[in-house]
């Protein structure tokens, strides 16, 4: 842990501890005036300044408060990584630097939303232009980009330049004294980007324009443009160059250049900022055609005639004047030598006298300048302006406001200016005071804590006797400004003795003792400020403060053609009765309004010290220091420090700051805010010496207590923040989750519904089927109608689909599903299409060999299916050509038979005799045209087919067949009774030869047959247990044969 001071209980042990922590820093002296030992000492403050100083240690805190000491010598110590250095982190952990403070009020500005203000204090010369600068170059380059905000950077840093150019001037006190005020809020989005920026001036000292004081010069533009400028824009402007001496403006101080200052650098860098700044090149023209002018005015001389008349003796000028202003020459030299006065709608022109026409020149050249410098404010607002207006105006935005007005400034000769500067000065101390003196111990009061009284000086009186109504130098000022009569630098002044005689802080020649009367003059009072005593010479207050301009000048500006001066002199002016508000009086009300801006803010403090008058490094005049220590209040300050709190917040912001450091406060603390906190103090423990508890908030003594908890924080914030990114995690990924459920059950149910709804759907119909079916089924041989045809339908179908599955293989396959009796005719005649469909398939596959062999059949079968006996077992025995081969023939017989009635067929048969039926092995040979009987070498008998009358068989299963022939036949012997094993083959064969297909006859029982010529003989066919062949007793021939088959 890097806290060491809740060891230590004696206040100097703390300091021990502290010091020790902060010395490691950097070890000289010590960085914070609250660690000093002796704190009451302005000597030991004094002291440590010094020795820092001579180690180019320029900047020390007291508290919160930055003490920066002007080194006048460029020190290493703004680079960049230096700011790096100081970015996050705490102030007092790294050695004091403007950068620490400027991180600071970010950060403020970032955790807490809050806007912050810088306020930069110290007398002319101590360095606050430039705290300014390196504060917005701090912000510029550590602070995050945002996207198409990077030029604002650019831009705000280049608005230095250009300002400086015209706003500042080397007086005696500062080479580059700013010589208006200045307050720029830097705009930062709500991820801490800068976005735009703003800028108030206030009160440029205009005076500068046609006077200097010996040794000061006139505002730098003048020198830069003479110095810089080429020659051709000299040329147009009229201009010579590098020769300010024959300006009158630049001459009254004596003090063309200055040493520190290079004009013609500085020339180059104001013109580059103007068009990063968004300045057209035409707009640049029209702004030095202005400053040109103004020399040219400065350099008007007048001469008198001998009638005291004013005119105008240098004409170059005025073509020079008429051409840059674009205004008509004889109408700007009128105006500049006559005045004219609008009483009752009545124009009275009266001429001026030489010193009047000198007069009402410095005033043009005063107006003109002023208020291009306002206009030229304007215009650089305009372009830092952040663009996207809802975006700003929304509170995602904040601000951090710089203050950096012109130091408090004594001179020999003080005039109307330095009044109103030190004026300013005045209030910023007093809202020094109020923020942090007097407050402070209110505060103390209020809260009810211990605490001892610190004795500090309010300069609220001196405000009072500059601005107080009625009675305050200004008001008597505004008086005399208007009253009418001969009201005069010297009324004025009386008046103010009138007025103001016995008030402790103003003193005049009359009004003073003998000591003092010698040190104040006649023409002047004195004021007793906070910072010092002032004499200010009351010559020229009343035209400074009317700031008057003859209204014929004011027409000339109007008609300008110059686009700046016409946005600079309005028409309106010339009608508007109303008196403008006075100088003063106008810079009063703008120093209110500045009061409200920075009150509303939280402010930070840089006090700069001057550490001599020479502008020298090194030097430590510890007088100066001194009475700077004094008048800034810085004893009583770090008194006021010391006796009291380093941090004070309230209860609630303190609680929910570090809440989260104890577990009974965090998440929320239920009870009295108080209480939580006392609580969670405890929980940190917090010694009782280290802080109090107020009635609304807590008060830390030491800032290492409050280093402490800060470092709790940062380590607790991790924790916190990964539970609060586990909660939100949880509950987007919850949601998440919730909302795919949600979405599941919905599809789901869509789903389910549109399954469900298609389960009833088909349920129904197959109900309703079923019911069709069973009502079919019952209404089946009724005729077809709506309640049965669906039944009549499937049937049907599935008929159908059962004969496709079941159909016969093969031509014999008799196989065939039966059908509904509805569909037998249907079933027949597709039954009998099959078996076309296959016999047509099987007649297409068939051979001619197998053809011929299945004609053949078709024929036996024709013949004999189911009239002879032995017929089916006919049936699978293949018909052969023939049963003789012709070598089993006997070579006679085929020579007799020729070649021309080849044998066709030759079976080996027996023929019995006619008469004694005697058997007796033969040949049967079927020619082409006749049956042929043969007997070895000899045809026995040959009937020629034509010859033939029939054949006849008996129908049992013996081999017997009788070929008829004509008895009358004188070549026949008969009827040729046969026998063959393979009757059929050889009766079927004889039958197609002979065509006689039709004229085969079986026989039941018995065949008659011609024996000769009117004699017949008788076959009887017998059925027996077995082939037997006898001649009966009847004569007949018997023949005996077993039956193969039962017929039906
Ligand atoms: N931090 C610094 N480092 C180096 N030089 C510095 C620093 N601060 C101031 N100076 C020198 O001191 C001079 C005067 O400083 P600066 O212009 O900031 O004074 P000022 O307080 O603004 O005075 P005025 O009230 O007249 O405007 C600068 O021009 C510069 O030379
Ligand atoms: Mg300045």
Not at 86 to 97: A, D, M, T
Not at 124 to 135: F, L, N, R, V
Not at 559 to 574: A, D, Y
């Amino acid at each position: 842990m890097r806290y060491h001071g809740r060891e230590v209980e004696v206040e100097g042990k703390i300091r021990l501890v502290m010091e020790s922590a902060l010395s490691a820093r950097d070890r000289v002296g010590v960085q914070d005036f609250l660690l000093l030992e002796n704190y009451t000492s302005e000597a030991a403050f004094i002291e440590n300044l010094r020795r820092r100083y001579r180690e180019n240690l320029i900047y020390t805190y007291i508290g919160s408060v930055l003490v920066s000491v002007n080194p006048y010598k460029e020190l290493e110590i703004y680079s960049k990584q230096n700011m790096e250095r100081y970015r996050g982190v705490n102030f007092y952990e790294i050695s004091p630097h403007i950068f620490a403070l400027a991180d600071n009020s970010y950060r403020a500005l970032r955790t807490e939303r809050r806007d912050q203000c810088i306020l930069i204090s110290g007398e002319s010369g101590a360095g606050k232009t430039e705290a300014s600068k390196k504060i917005l170059q701090y912000y510029t380059t550590t602070c995050p980009t945002r996207q198409n905000t990077s030029s604002i950077r650019e831009r705000l840093l280049h608005s230095n330049p250009v300002l400086e150019a015209f706003g500042n001037a080397k007086t005696l006190r500062n080479d580059n004294s700013s010589r208006f005020g200045k307050y720029m809020d830097i705009q930062f989005d709500y991820k801490g980007a800068p976005i735009g920026g703003h800028i108030l001036n206030y009160l440029l000292e205009k005076s500068r324009v046609v006077h200097q004081n010996h040794g000061e010069r006139n505002f730098h533009i003048f020198y830069q443009l003479l110095e810089g400028g080429d020659e051709q824009l000299l040329k147009r402007l009229g201009l010579e160059k590098t020769n300010p001496q024959h300006y009158h403006y630049l001459v009254k101080g004596n003090c063309p250049r200055v040493s520190t200052r290079n004009d013609r650098n500085c020339w180059r860098i104001m013109t580059n900022a103007l068009s990063v700044i968004g300045f057209t090149e035409e707009e640049v023209e029209e702004l030095l055609d202005i400053v040109a002018s103004v020399l040219h005015l400065g350099n008007m001389q007048f001469g008198e005639n001998e009638y005291g008349e004013t005119h105008l003796t240098t004409d170059t000028q005025l073509r020079y004047l008429s051409q840059l202003l674009k205004v008509e020459g004889s109408d700007l030299s009128e105006a500049l030598t006559h005045k004219k006065i609008v009483a009752k709608e009545e124009e009275m022109i009266s001429p001026l006298s030489l010193e009047q026409a000198l007069s009402a020149r410095d005033a043009l050249s005063k107006a003109i300048y002023g208020r291009t410098f306002t206009w030229l404010v304007e215009k650089i607002n305009k372009s830092l302006a952040f663009k996207d207006e809802p975006y700003f105006s929304s509170k995602s935005s904040s601000v951090i406001g710089l203050l950096d007005i012109y130091g408090f400034e004594v001179f020999q000769h003080n005039s109307f200016e330095q009044f109103c500067i030190n004026y300013c000065n005045e209030k910023l101390q007093q809202l020094f005071i109020e923020l942090t003196l007097k407050s402070e111990q209110e505060e103390y009061d209020a809260e009810g804590i211990a605490w001892e009284t610190v004795e500090y000086f309010n300069n609220k009186i001196i405000c009072d006797l500059v601005e107080e109504k009625h009675k305050g130098i200004i008001a008597i000022l505004d008086e005399e400004c208007l009253r009418p009569g001969d009201a005069s630098d010297i009324t004025f002044l009386e008046k103010l003795e009138d007025t103001l005689g016995g008030h402790a802080h103003f003193v005049t020649h009359k009004l003073a003792n003998g000591k003092t009367r010698k040190a104040v003059g006649r023409e002047e009072f004195r004021l007793l400020h906070y910072a010092g005593e002032v004499n200010y010479n009351v010559n020229g207050f009343l035209d400074k403060n009317n700031d008057l301009l003859y209204r014929n000048l004011k027409e000339v500006m109007c008609k300008s053609g110059n686009p700046i001066m016409s946005q600079c002199f309005h028409r309106e002016e010339l009608t508007d009765q109303k008196r403008p508000e006075t100088a003063a009086t106008q810079f009063k009300l703008s120093l209110a309004k500045l009061m409200e801006i920075l009150m509303s803010k939280e402010p930070s403090y840089i006090r700069c010290i001057k550490p001599n008058d020479a502008k020298q490094s090194g030097r430590f005049d510890e007088v100066l220091v001194r009475h700077q220590v004094k008048y800034l209040g810085l004893m009583e300050n770090l008194r006021v420090r010391r006796a009291g709190f380093a941090y004070r917040r309230h209860y609630e912001a303190f609680l929910q700051r570090y809440k989260c450091l104890c577990p009974e406060t965090w998440p929320n603390w239920e009870g009295k805010l108080v209480d939580g906190v006392s609580t969670l103090v405890k929980h940190l423990g917090y010694k009782p010496e280290e802080y109090q508890l107020g009635r609304s908030k807590i008060f830390i003594r030491f800032p290492k207590t409050l280093f402490f908890t800060e470092d709790a924080r940062e380590a607790q914030k991790q924790t916190v923040v990964i539970t609060l990114q586990k909660s939100w995690r949880g509950y987007r990924e919850r949601a998440k989750y919730q909302r795919i459920r949600h979405a599941v059950i919905v599809i789901q149910s869509w789903w389910r519904g549109v399954k469900g709804r298609r389960k009833a759907k088909r349920r129904r119909e197959a109900a309703d089927t079923i019911r069709n079916f069973i009502k079919g089924f019952i209404l089946r041989h009724e005729p077809r109608g709506p309640d049965n045809e669906y039944f009549l339908d499937h049937v049907r179908f599935s008929f159908i689909m059962s004969v496709k599955r079941n159909l016969p293989k093969n031509v014999l396959d008799k196989t065939w599903p039966r059908p509904p009796p509805a569909l037998t005719e249907a079933s027949a005649h597709l039954h009998r299409l099959c078996i076309r469909n296959l016999v047509n398939d099987y007649c297409r596959r068939i051979q001619p060999e197998w053809k011929n062999q299945l004609e053949q059949k078709v024929i036996a079968s024709q013949i004999f299916k189911g009239r002879k006996d032995c017929y089916p077992q006919s049936v699978p025995r293949l018909f052969v050509a023939t049963r003789l081969e012709n070598e089993e023939i006997n070579l006679k017989v085929l020579q007799t038979l020729g070649s021309d009635n080849k044998v066709k067929y030759g079976v080996a048969v027996t023929k019995y005799d006619r008469h004694g039926y005697r058997a007796r092995a033969r040949q049967l040979l079927l020619t082409g045209s006749a049956a042929v009987l043969v007997q070895e070498a000899k045809v026995k008998q040959r009937i020629e087919y034509s010859a033939l009358l029939g054949i006849s068989l008996g129908c049992l299963s013996d081999g017997f067949f009788v070929l008829h022939v004509p008895t009358t036949d004188s070549k026949q012997k008969g009827d040729l009774v046969l026998q063959c094993d393979h009757v059929i083959e050889t009766v079927t064969k004889l039958a197609i030869m002979a065509d006689m297909i039709n004229s085969v006859n079986i026989s039941q029982d018995s065949i008659k047959f011609a024996v000769a010529r009117g004699k017949e003989g008788v076959i009887d066919f017998i059925c027996g247990a077995e082939l037997r062949v006898v001649k009966a007793k009847n004569g007949h021939l018997s023949v005996t044969a077993p039956r193969l088959n039962t017929r039906a």
